[in-house]
Antibody, heavy 122, light 113 residues
Framework: QVQLQESGPGLVKPSETLSLTCTVSGGSISSYYWSWIRQPAGKGLEWIGRIYTSGSTNYNPSLKSRVTMSVDTSKNQFSLKLSSVTAADTAVYYC????????????????WGQGTLVTVSS | QSVLTQPPSVSGAPGQRVTISCTGSSSNIGAGYDVHWYQQLPGTAPKLLIYGNSNRPSGVPDRFSGSKSGTSASLAITGLQAEDEADYYCQSYDSSLSGSGWVFGGGTKLTVL
C-alpha cells in the first residue's frame, strides 16, 4: 500500500518561502500525478497544484503566481514551494496521489499523507 | 466561498439515513465532470469514500452511496453509526474563464445523535 509523508519547517516567517517535501513509499512515484492540498484550521480543503513525474505541472489559478512544484524520481519525492507567504497561508498541508480513469475531469485523490501544519508567523 | 456548495451540518440518529448535497454549476458538475466524496474523521487526513459519482473503493461499506444529477450530487449514508461522525467533502473539476483545476465543497459536519 502506497504511503505518503510530508516534511518541512512547521514555522515560516511572513514574506518568506514555504517549502515542503512529500516522500512516497510502498510504490513508485512514476506514472502518476501528485498533488498538494491544504486546509486552514476549521475550514475546508483547497487544491494547490499537481505535478506529473515528467515534471509537467498544473496550479490553482488563485495561487499560481506564488507556487512552484518539482519532482525527484530518484528519491521518490516531490516538493512544494509557496513564496511570499502571509498568515492566510497557515494551514495543514497534505500531499496526495491522484487517480483517474478518463482524464482530468474524472480525477480524484486516492491516497493522502497525514498532513503537516505550517504556521506563518514572525 | 467554495465553488461547490454543501450544507454546513447534518445530523441523524443511529440507524437512520442521511443525505449530504453538493451543488455546483455549469462549469463543474453541470458540465458532466465526475464528483468524488471524502470522509475526514477528527484530527485525521481525508479518506476517499466515493469516486466517479457512485463507486466505492475497496473497504468502504455499502452503507455509503453516491449519486449525481444535473448540477448537483448527493452522498447517502444508511444505517447510521456513531463512527460515521465526521466531516464530508465533495470534489470535482472546474473549468471557467479564470482557469481550471480541482475544487472542493466547503464540507459538511455529520453529527450522530
Amino acid at each position: 500500500q502506497v504511503q505518503l509523508q510530508e516534511s518541512g519547517p512547521g514555522l515560516v516567517k511572513p514574506s518568506e518561502t514555504l517549502s515542503l517535501t512529500c516522500t512516497v513509499s510502498g510504490g513508485s512515484i512514476s506514472s502518476y500525478y501528485w498533488s498538494w492540498i491544504r486546509q486552514p484550521a476549521g475550514k475546508g480543503l483547497e487544491w494547490i497544484g499537481r505535478i506529473y513525474t515528467s515534471g509537467s505541472t498544473n496550479y490553482n489559478p488563485s495561487l499560481k503566481s506564488r507556487v512552484t512544484m518539482s519532482v525527484d524520481t530518484s528519491k521518490n519525492q516531490f516538493s512544494l514551494k509557496l513564496s511570499s507567504v502571509t498568515a492566510a497561508d497557515t494551514a495543514v498541508y497534505y500531499c496526495a496521489r491522484d487517480r483517474s480513469f478518463g482524464g482530468p475531469t474524472t480525477e480524484y485523490f486516492q491516497h493522502w499523507g497525514q498532513g503537516t501544519l505550517v504556521t506563518v508567523s514572525s | 466561498q467554495s465553488v461547490l456548495t454543501q450544507p454546513p451540518s447534518v445530523s441523524g440518529a443511529p440507524g437512520q439515513r442521511v443525505t449530504i448535497s453538493c451543488t455546483g454549476s455549469s462549469s463543474n458538475i453541470g458540465a458532466g465532470y465526475d464528483v468524488h466524496w471524502y470522509q475526514q474523521l477528527p484530527g485525521t487526513a481525508p479518506k476517499l469514500l466515493i469516486y466517479g459519482n457512485s463507486n466505492r473503493p475497496s473497504g468502504v461499506p455499502d452503507r455509503f452511496s453516491g449519486s449525481k444529477s444535473g448540477t448537483s450530487a448527493s452522498l447517502a449514508i444508511t444505517g447510521l453509526q456513531a463512527e460515521d461522525e465526521a466531516d464530508y467533502y465533495c470534489q470535482s473539476y472546474d473549468s471557467s474563464l479564470s482557469g481550471s483545476g480541482w475544487v472542493f465543497g466547503g464540507g459538511t459536519k455529520l453529527t450522530v445523535l
